[in-house]
């Protein structure tokens, strides 16, 4: 597609069950970043992938928290047992690595994740 | 630790004047420094990037300044139009690391 596809858009879950977003990111960009964004909050760094390289686990915030990428293209990210603090909204994007890390992020439209 | 700060009031302006948004950052040394647009509940959308060694950068009315002294960025909108209402973010990346460290943002409302 276009542009960074994450599905889905929106996502009402109960305490304590398991949820899954997915990303979709722009054909031929090797770099994926996951990042959570809070009711009036900045956005907060999650995960990254680049390539076939170790992803950046460093954001997590909790081992509830697991990110994969297959194929170096569509990633998942699953959130176990989801809590009321769970709830924002989980923003997904890609770039290009380009000469000196320069590579702007392309953003997709994000899931909302409410837990009730 | 590792700060983004940008002012956390909205920048209200009249249509036709120059909105002026701060980005400061603290123990970070930055090779370049990024501006994103981000409009409600959309994805943030990429505006600019400005290097260390850059002082000023331009694209149509949009500009950007980058002080490394100062450890800080301005970010101009000339000639604001209401279209130009949204919420400004910066962003650095970390010493170490890939990820890309966004600034809570600044919400600019231009009134016709």
């Known amino acids: 597609g276009a542009g960074v596809s994450q599905s889905p858009s929106n996502k009402v879950t109960e305490k304590g069950k398991d949820v899954e977003l997915r990303c979709d990111p722009i054909?031929?960009?090797?770099?994926l970043y996951w990042y959570r964004q809070s009711l009036g909050q900045g956005l907060e760094f999650l995960i990254y992938?680049?390539?076939?390289?170790?992803?950046?686990k460093s954001g997590l915030p909790s081992d509830r928290f697991s990110a994969e990428r297959t194929g170096g293209s569509v990633s998942t990210l699953t959130i176990q047992r989801t809590q009321q603090e769970d709830s924002a909204v989980y923003l997904c994007?890609?770039?290009?690595?380009?000469?000196?890390?320069?590579?702007?992020?392309?953003f997709g439209e994000g899931s909302r994740l409410t837990v009730l | 630790s590792q700060k983004i700060e940008q002012n956390s009031e909205a920048l209200n302006i009249q249509e036709g004047k120059t909105a002026t948004l701060t980005c400061n950052y603290t123990?970070?040394?930055?090779?370049?420094l990024q501006w994103y647009r981000q409009d409600p509940g959309r994805g943030p959308v990429f505006l600019l990037l400005?290097?260390?060694?850059?002082k000023e950068k331009r694209k149509e009315r949009l500009k950007v300044t980058f002080d490394t002294t100062l450890k800080q960025s301005l970010f101009h909108i000339t000639a604001s139009q209401p279209a130009d209402s949204a919420t400004y973010l910066c962003?650095?990346?970390?010493?170490?690391?890939?990820?890309?460290?966004f600034g809570k943002g600044t919400s600019l409302l231009v009134t016709p």
């Open positions: 962003a650095l990346r970390p010493n170490s690391g890939y990820a890309l460290n």
């Open positions: 994007a890609s770039s290009l690595v380009r000469t000196l890390n320069t590579g702007e992020l392309f």
């Open positions: 054909s031929g960009h090797t770099a």
């Open positions: 992938f680049q390539g076939n390289s170790a992803p950046d």
């Open positions: 123990n970070y040394s930055p090779a370049y």
């Open positions: 400005i290097r260390e060694n850059e």
